[in-house]
Antibody
Framework: QVQLVQSGAEVEKPGASVKVSCKASGYSFTSYLIHWVRQAPGQGLEWMGWVNAGNGYTEFSQKFRGRVTFMRDTSATTVYMEMGSLTSEDTAVYYCARNDYGSTWIAPWGQGTLVTVSS | QSALTQPPSASGSPGQSVTISCTGTSSDVGGYNSVSWYQQHPGKAPKLMIY???KRPSGVPDRFSGSKSGNTASLTVSGLQAEDEADYYCSSYAGSNSLVFGVGTKVTVL
């Protein structure tokens, strides 16, 4: 079955960077996009952007452009999200989710990765 | 891109119906037939319930339905069941390869 499995929780200091992985299985990895969405504690969902797992093309929400990078490793069927210059406001659960070309819905979702930014 | 507007809460008794609204602008909800709805139980990842305004993915009960009029989309849950108690988020295509989410609505089954 289609599955996205994310890396474990991270604790980082302000100013540091974090890298979260999202391993895909059960489908043709390069035929889909992977979106990233985050959710701060007790808050709603916030769309961050997506990466085309086939050719590596990326799109970002303006809020994250320049501070976030999406990468993919096709041999490992894994997508990575790296965020730099972390502040306490980046404390959140980060989700990856699959998206079909030309569609605007995302499913399924990974289980989420909690990133805590604290000194 | 501003978040879509949703009521903070909605409730109903078992067997009743509840409708959640999702209001955007002509640049997102009103401009495309690309509204999706997600259900999220506490501590869990969101689950797709409705896509393209009114289509249901395989496995989603037909108690869930979606519609849209102008800049406002709606999700209706009919025949409320205890397991429907969750947070619900709408999402819309917002142009330029971007998505925008609603602020979320907590549905309580009384």
């Amino acid at each position: 079955q289609v599955q996205l499995v994310q890396s474990g929780a991270e604790v980082e200091k302000p100013g540091a960077s974090v890298k979260v992985s999202c391993k895909a299985s059960g489908y043709s990895f390069t035929s889909y996009l992977i979106h990233w969405v985050r959710q701060a504690p007790g808050q709603g969902l916030e769309w961050m952007g997506w990466v085309n797992a086939g050719n590596g093309y990326t799109e970002f929400s303006q809020k994250f452009r320049g501070r976030v990078t999406f990468m993919r490793d096709t041999s490992a069927t894994t997508v990575y999200m790296e965020m730099g210059s972390l502040t306490s406001e980046d404390t959140a659960v980060y989700y990856c989710a699959r998206n079909d070309y030309g569609s605007t819905w995302i499913a399924p979702w990974g289980q989420g990765t909690l990133v805590t930014v604290s000194s | 891109q501003s978040a879509l507007t949703q009521p903070p809460s909605a409730s109903g008794s078992p067997g009743q119906s509840v409708t959640i609204s999702c209001t955007g602008t002509s640049s997102d909800v009103g401009g495309y037939n690309s509204v999706s709805w997600y259900q999220q139980h506490p501590g869990k990842a969101p689950k797709l319930m409705i896509y393209d305004v009114s289509k249901r993915p395989s496995g989603v009960p037909d108690r869930f339905s979606g519609s849209k009029s102008g800049n406002t989309a709606s999700l209706t849950v009919s025949g409320l069941q205890a397991e429907d108690e969750a947070d619900y988020y709408c999402s819309s295509y917002a142009g330029s390869n971007s998505l925008v989410f609603g602020v979320g609505t907590k549905v309580t089954v009384l």
